[in-house]
T-cell receptor, first 108, second 113 residues
Framework: EDQVTQSPEALRLQEGESSSLNCSYT??????LFWYRQDPGKGPEFLFT???AGEEKEKERLKATLTKKESFLHITAPKPEDSATYLC?????????FGTGTRLQVFP | KAGVTQTPRYLIKTRGQQVTLSCSPI?????VSWYQQTPGQGLQFLFE???????NKGNFPGRFSGRQFSNSRSEMNVSTLELGDSALYLC????????????FGPGTRLTVT
């Protein structure tokens, strides 16, 4: 069965303390892996798309990487405004499968 | 460019009733997909419409249905509501489909009593 697992469930960081979020997946026919950010009371906001192992994407303090079994979202020197739930989603042949997310809190 | 809009934003219904939710995609986007988000199950894919045709479908019962109009606007219908249908229903649009980034609306919060 296709599955997406994110860890940790929650992460508390001090401002400037870098860390990584993990998204591991088992799917048949991976067609793409997506990272989204969701703030309370809002819909998810697109961050990155990765299509093949070895691919990397960067945006400001965020960097996403992909291997054949997992993806990492690296957060460098986070700020309080980076606090949100980060969702990983995998596109197999006919649906999008989301992980349950990592709730990130960054304290000043 | 205007984002994805969903109406209504909040809805309270009684068990057994039916409900219709509406989604207007970003101009030029031909794919609209629907999701259910609950604290216990997270975000789950309901279905995707492209050019007025349902192209993909998740693992939800037939009480959940949808349609897409020629202007790409989409509606989702849930019949015979159950308490477990209480959730945030999110709509997303994209240029060509699920293999492209999805742009989400703010969601409709449905409460079934």
């Amino acid at each position: 069965e296709d599955q997406v697992t994110q860890s940790p469930e929650a992460l508390r960081l001090q401002e400037g303390e870098s860390s990584s979020l993990n998204c591991s997946y088992t799917v048949s026919g991976l067609r793409g892996l997506f990272w989204y950010r969701q703030d309370p009371g809002k819909g998810p906001e697109f961050l990155f798309t990765l299509y093949s192992a070895g691919e990397e994407k960067e945006k400001e303090r965020l960097k996403a990487t992909l291997t054949k079994k997992e993806s990492f979202l690296h957060i460098t020197a986070p700020k309080p405004e980076d606090s949100a739930t980060y969702l990983c989603a995998v596109h197999n042949t006919d649906k999008l499968i989301f992980g349950t997310g990592t709730r990130l809190q960054v304290f000043p | 460019k205007a984002g994805v809009t969903q109406t209504p934003r909040y809805l309270i219904k009684t068990r057994g009733q039916q409900v219709t939710l509406s989604c207007s995609p970003i101009s030029g986007h031909r794919s609209v997909s629907w999701y259910q988000q609950t604290p216990g199950q997270g975000l789950q894919f309901l279905f995707e419409y492209f050019s007025e045709t349902q192209r993909n479908k998740g693992n939800f019962p037939g009480r959940f249905s949808g349609r897409q109009f020629s202007n790409s606007r989409s509606e989702m219908n849930v019949s015979t509501l159950e308490l477990g249908d209480s959730a945030l229903y999110l709509c997303a649009s994209s240029l060509q489909g699920l293999h492209y980034e999805q742009y989400f609306g703010p969601g409709t919060r449905l409460t079934v009593t």
